[in-house]
């Protein structure tokens, strides 16, 4: 992901539309991929995976695509409600024993 | 199934003084453990993770500290706070094999050091 210590972008999104939410990662040895959700004052929660030999997973609501030869990964919610407010991590691993999350992006859901 | 706690939730300390966060996983073994900071607005930095009982692994310079004494507890520490040592601190676990896989975050220890 990208550098740790920077400033969170952030991104507004009207109620109902769909929100997507962009990362770039800097290992391309990493082979598993994850996007946490971290709502205020609490840990980061599991959203969604995907593993290098696939360029597309869909869960509830969520999507999450890889683009491996520009070292790309983004998050796609659908139907954006208010409790999808947050800020959104991208996290990879290059199979070690570690996790590298980007920089994060907060996300705020307009009524 | 397994949980994750860390305490305290939040703690207002002077400068100087002595730090000590624990975090127990219950509902699996050996597992992964991991310390990671975040300071206001910013991303999540490792601290130290660990791959068992007494193997601890330091990603930053720093006057922090970390200690594995059972293997599902996770303890860190400082001798002295600094006031750049605010922030809300995250423990974590993983399985434990090879690569981090998804890692299971406790509710955080916020730390105001004044």
């Known amino acids: 992901g990208e550098s740790v210590g920077l400033h969170l972008p952030t991104l507004s999104v009207q109620e109902g539309d769909n929100s997507i939410i962009n990362c770039a990662y800097s290992?391309?040895?990493?082979?598993?991929f994850i996007w946490y959700k971290q709502e205020s004052g609490k840990g980061p929660q599991f959203i969604i995976d995907?593993?290098?030999?696939?360029d597309k997973r869909q869960g509830q609501r969520v999507t999450v695509l890889l683009n491996k030869t520009v070292k790309h990964l983004s998050l796609q919610i659908a139907a954006t409600q208010p409790g999808d407010s947050a800020v959104y991590f991208c996290?990879?691993?290059?199979?070690?024993?570690?996790?590298?999350f980007g920089a994060g992006t907060t996300v705020t859901v307009r009524a | 199934s397994q949980t994750i706690h860390q305490w305290p939730a939040t703690l207002v300390q002077p400068v100087g003084s002595p730090l000590s966060l624990e975090c127990t996983v219950e509902?699996?073994?050996?597992?992964?453990l991991y310390w990671y900071r975040q300071a206001a607005g910013r991303g999540l930095q490792l601290l130290f993770y660990?791959?068992?009982?007494?193997?601890i692994s330091s990603e930053v310079p720093q006057n922090l500290s970390a200690s594995r004494p059972q293997d599902r507890q996770f303890i860190l520490s400082s001798k002295k706070l600094l006031l750049s040592d605010s922030g809300f601190y995250l423990c974590?676990?993983?399985?434990?094999?090879?690569?981090?896989?998804?890692?299971?975050f406790g509710e955080g220890s916020r730390l105001t050091v004044l």
């Open positions: 995907i593993r290098s030999n696939m």
């Open positions: 996290a990879e691993n290059g199979n070690d024993y570690k996790l590298s």
């Open positions: 974590a676990w993983s399985p434990g094999v090879a690569g981090a896989g998804e890692l299971f």
């Open positions: 509902g699996t073994s050996n597992p992964n």
């Open positions: 660990s791959v068992g009982i007494g193997q």
């Open positions: 290992n391309s040895a990493s082979d598993y």
